[in-house]
């Protein structure tokens, strides 16, 4: 990775010392910083781009699984519950990541201009890491450079944030993402029954219902999946709710019986156990220990 992305990167980040997230002020843009190897972090990964300038991560979602040192590109086409951890990082070499959410309507208008690509009809895992295209790694450096001329800013950001886009459609690695945006690509209807899944996870999941959304037999829904997300339909849910669980946890005072039941448990005890599975700790313990960590990380900050 060139020094002088990584050098205006770490410009824009303040104080350039600072670990955490630093949005940049155009579209959902943000750029991550941390300058120590991470425990394995459980969240939602939206659709989304990930350039790493610094470092190393790994991500993993039920079967699938990627590396991703600097210089690769991990592209998201779907919502996933994921476990990751920044493995590579220190105060001399921070890990740093370029991160942008896809926009899903940019690249629909870009669609139709699009080169046909031999993509094949096979299902797709939602999550890749490759190298990074030189034209991406530049349009990201000129968008990162841009930043901080407030005259320029508002009238290139959006620009150079489609270009992006564009590369990404471009790239060979961004056929995930061509895929997502064919109508009759099961890719593109399997997000329907993800958002179904995630807009009820307090209800018993319907296989039979989602693979009616999805226009699916039973059996053909549960391959395509799998193969998408690396999870069943059952274990994507499960995560799902645990993630949402685990937020309500650590930034609310609910009993932990309560918050089993807003995610969709019937057993508290079944709940208690699936959690301290997922992030290694009970949820009372998980709580108290979040709850010092933010203590202490407020009083460093002061």
């Given at each position: 990775m060139k020094k002088?992305?990584?050098?205006?990167?770490?410009d824009?980040?303040?104080?350039?010392?600072?670990?955490?997230?630093?949005?940049?002020?155009?579209?959902?843009?943000?750029?991550?910083?941390?300058?120590?190897?991470?425990?394995?972090?459980?969240?939602?990964?939206?659709?989304?781009?990930?350039?790493?300038?610094?470092g190393a991560k790994d991500v993993q979602a039920g079967a699938l699984s990627v590396?991703?040192?600097?210089?690769?590109?991990?592209?998201?086409?779907?919502?996933?519950?994921?476990?990751?951890?920044?493995?590579?990082?220190s105060p001399n070499a921070p890990y740093i990541a370029f991160v942008l959410p896809i926009d899903l309507g940019i690249l629909r208008g870009f669609y139709d201009q699009t080169p046909d690509f031999a993509d094949g009809n096979e299902p797709a895992g939602a999550i890749v890491s490759n190298p990074a295209d030189p034209e991406l790694i530049c349009a990201v450096h000129r968008f990162l450079a841009m930043i901080r001329d407030d005259h320029a800013a508002p009238l290139l950001g959006p620009i150079l944030l489609r270009e992006i886009h564009a590369r990404l459609l471009l790239s060979p690695h961004g056929a995930i993402l061509r895929r997502f945006l064919r109508r009759d690509d099961p890719s593109n209807h399997l997000a329907r029954a993800i958002g179904s899944i995630?807009?009820?996870?307090?209800?018993?999941?319907?296989?039979?219902?989602?693979?009616?959304?999805?226009g699916m037999s039973k059996s053909s829904f549960h391959v395509h999946f799998k193969a998408v997300t690396g999870l069943t339909p059952g274990q994507y849910q499960k995560d799902i709710r645990l993630l949402e669980a685990r937020r309500l946890i650590v930034e609310s005072d609910q009993a932990v019986s309560s918050v089993a039941f807003d995610v969709g448990y019937e057993s508290p005890a079944q709940?208690?156990?699936?959690?301290?599975?997922?992030?290694?700790r009970p949820p009372r313990?998980?709580?108290?220990?979040?709850?010092?960590?933010?203590?202490a990380s407020a009083a460093v900050g002061t």
């Amino acid at each position: 990775m060139k020094k002088e992305l990584i050098q205006a990167a770490q410009d824009l980040i303040a104080p350039a010392s600072a670990d955490g997230v630093t949005a940049l002020g155009v579209g959902e843009a943000l750029l991550l910083r941390r300058s120590h190897p991470s425990a394995i972090e459980g969240s939602l990964y939206r659709p989304l781009v990930c350039l790493i300038l610094q470092g190393a991560k790994d991500v993993q979602a039920g079967a699938l699984s990627v590396h991703c040192p600097a210089g690769h590109a991990i592209i998201v086409s779907h919502d996933l519950p994921v476990l990751s951890r920044i493995t590579e990082a220190s105060p001399n070499a921070p890990y740093i990541a370029f991160v942008l959410p896809i926009d899903l309507g940019i690249l629909r208008g870009f669609y139709d201009q699009t080169p046909d690509f031999a993509d094949g009809n096979e299902p797709a895992g939602a999550i890749v890491s490759n190298p990074a295209d030189p034209e991406l790694i530049c349009a990201v450096h000129r968008f990162l450079a841009m930043i901080r001329d407030d005259h320029a800013a508002p009238l290139l950001g959006p620009i150079l944030l489609r270009e992006i886009h564009a590369r990404l459609l471009l790239s060979p690695h961004g056929a995930i993402l061509r895929r997502f945006l064919r109508r009759d690509d099961p890719s593109n209807h399997l997000a329907r029954a993800i958002g179904s899944i995630r807009g009820s996870i307090d209800q018993p999941l319907s296989v039979a219902a989602l693979a009616e959304r999805a226009g699916m037999s039973k059996s053909s829904f549960h391959v395509h999946f799998k193969a998408v997300t690396g999870l069943t339909p059952g274990q994507y849910q499960k995560d799902i709710r645990l993630l949402e669980a685990r937020r309500l946890i650590v930034e609310s005072d609910q009993a932990v019986s309560s918050v089993a039941f807003d995610v969709g448990y019937e057993s508290p005890a079944q709940f208690s156990r699936d959690y301290a599975r997922k992030f290694g700790r009970p949820p009372r313990e998980d709580r108290k220990i979040e709850r010092l960590a933010l203590e202490a990380s407020a009083a460093v900050g002061t």
